[in-house]
Structure formats: C-alpha cells, structure tokens
C-alpha cells in the first residue's frame, strides 16, 4: 500500500505569494495533520483534519489555512509569504480513533515539502 | 518552558554501547505518547509507541513515568544505522488534535 504522498517535493516562492501544499493520506486513513519543521527544531503543529472537519489548529497566524476533502486528502495553503515561513512542511495521517479519540494512534509522515521563500 | 523538551545531545556512542534518551513534557494530563526517529533531511518514521507499563521491541525499550512527567527511551547494542535524531511526541487530549514534538535528541553512533 502507497504511504502518505504528498506533492510538491520541493517549491521555490518569493515573499508576498501564495502555497497550495497537497496531501494524500494512507489508505483507510481519515486523519491527516499538518506540520512545519525548521531546521534543529521538532516538527511544530499546524492543523489537524478528521472527516472533513478542523479538529486542531497550532499557534500559527491566519495566513495558513488548510481544508480536508471527501476522500480525506488535504490541501495546505499559505498566503502573503514571509522569509521565515521556509521550512519543510510535513503531512501525517493517522486512522483516528473511535468515538472522537483522534491522538492515540501514531501518525505516519509524508516525505515533506521542502518550500524556499527568497 | 517548553510544554516538551528533550536533550539535545549529540550523543556520541562506540556501536554495541546501551544509550537512554530522556523527554519530559510539562501537562500532567497528557495521555499518549510516542517515540519517532528522523535520519537527516527525511521524514520523522514511528520508532514505537509508549505504554503505560513499558514495552520493548527488539533492542529497543520505552518507558513512562507519569509521577515525574517524562519518558525514556535505551537502545541496546547501538548499531551504526541507529545514528539519527530520536523524536518524543506527546499528545495532551486524545479527543483533540494537536500533538506536539521535542527538538529530538542527536545519536551518532561510531565504529
């Protein structure tokens, strides 16, 4: 079975444009979480999706905004680009859990997006 | 404070030696925790996730201390391949969706 795929690998932009980072989850999955890593930090929470609805949203400014479609893939948008958004941004999906459990089971990671903004 | 720190390391290590990583986190009502590995440039990958009563795989063992708030993870037999940057992620509420990351600890092991 294909892993999280996510598309594109790598995106050069300048500041004042916008993103559109995309995500397919694992099969039979219906979480899907977003995430920016800088390098030497820890990947940092943006979002989190669970069947369509935003379940979880990290400390970022409301330049990012994320949506979750019908087959659970998942759309990352960024707007106004600053220099310091340059990051690998990371997409993970889980099953979800039942009854509202979504962050007992592990998340599994998409290969990235590496964005450069100039 | 960080609501997960973890030390930085690097840990340099000759192979074969037993190395343990510790993460603490800082919300007494975190619930589910995991251990990730990331090599250099890729993708954090699940390493194994934490029980409360402890659970090992293989040379790899991952424990919970809930009274002192951290969890620990040895590596037995360290291996060349097991050089990487070792993950903790803690998730404060299973029914919301937010899950948070130390900034890893660095292990090198050598020959």
């Known amino acids: 079975d294909a892993g999280v795929t996510q598309s594109p690998t790598h995106l050069i932009k300048t500041r004042g444009q916008h993103v559109t980072l995309r995500c397919s989850p694992i099969s039979g999955h219906k979480s899907v979480s977003w995430y920016q890593q800088v390098l030497g930090q820890g990947p940092q929470f943006i979002f989190q999706y669970y069947e369509k609805e935003e379940r979880g949203r990290g400390n970022f400014p409301d330049r990012f905004s994320a949506r979750q479609f019908p087959n659970y893939s998942s759309e990352l948008n960024v707007n106004a680009l600053l220099l310091g958004d340059s990051a690998l941004y990371l997409c993970?999906?889980?099953?979800?859990?039942?009854?509202?459990?979504?962050?007992?089971?592990?998340?599994?990671f998409g290969d990235g997006t590496r964005l450069s903004i100039l | 404070r960080k609501e997960v720190e973890q030390d930085p390391g690097p840990f340099n290590v000759p192979e074969g030696a037993t190395v343990a990583f510790n993460c603490t986190y800082s919300?007494?009502?975190?619930?589910?925790f995991f251990w990730y590995r990331q090599d250099c440039r890729k993708e954090p990958k699940l390493l194994m996730s934490v029980y409360s009563s402890g659970n090992e795989d293989g040379r790899f063992t991952a424990q919970l201390n809930r009274a002192s708030q951290y969890i620990s993870l040895l590596i037995r037999d360290s291996k060349l391949s097991d050089s990487a940057t070792y993950l903790c992620?803690?998730?404060?509420?299973?029914?919301?969706?937010?899950?948070?990351f130390g900034d890893g600890t660095t292990l090198t092991v050598k020959p």
């Open positions: 919300n007494s009502a975190s619930q589910s």
């Open positions: 992620v803690v998730n404060f509420n299973t029914n919301a969706g937010k899950s948070t």
């Open positions: 993970a999906s889980s099953r979800g859990g039942q009854g509202g459990r979504l962050n007992n089971q592990p998340q599994h």
